[in-house]
């Protein structure tokens, strides 16, 4: 069965950082593509940042842009979020979400923003960022 977990949420003042961790399991790591996603209450969910494992390439949300990084370490089948210059509107629970064979831009049919491409998803993990 495929499993993701994420970790690494907590409290955190403004302006401070967090790394998310999403580890995933009992599927071939490289042959998904992966996103991070985030709602925030009585919000709909958003995309907040995804990467391609065909060129490395990764897409981010405007509202987070130069401050996030996602990233994918192969060997350890984990793709992480880290989290810079966070803010009060930064506050929502993280999910990671995992889809088959989109190793590259071109295969989603919307965006990897939209959450319906993707297969799998993680618990989540909750961020509160206080002012």
């Known amino acids: 069965e495929v499993q993701l977990e994420e970790s690494g949420g907590g409290l955190v003042q403004a302006g401070g950082s967090l790394t998310l961790s999403c580890a995933a399991s009992?599927?071939?790591?490289?042959?998904?593509?992966f996103g991070w996603f985030r709602q925030a209450d009585g919000k709909e969910r958003e995309g907040v940042s995804c990467?391609?494992?065909?060129?490395?390439?990764?897409d981010y949300a405007e509202s987070v842009k130069g401050r996030f990084t996602i990233s994918r370490d192969s060997a350890k089948n984990t793709v992480y979020l880290q989290m810079n210059s966070l803010n009060p509107e930064d506050t929502a629970i993280y999910y990671c979400?995992?889809?088959?064979?989109?190793?590259?831009?071109?295969?989603?049919?919307?965006?990897?923003?939209?959450?319906?491409?993707?297969?799998?998803w993680g618990q989540g993990t909750q961020v509160t960022v206080s002012s």
């Open positions: 990467i391609f494992n065909e060129d490395g390439s990764a």
């Open positions: 009992e599927f071939t790591f490289d042959d998904y593509g």
């Open positions: 979400a995992a889809v088959a064979q989109f190793t590259s831009r071109r295969y989603y049919t919307d965006s990897c923003f939209t959450d319906w491409e993707y297969d799998y």
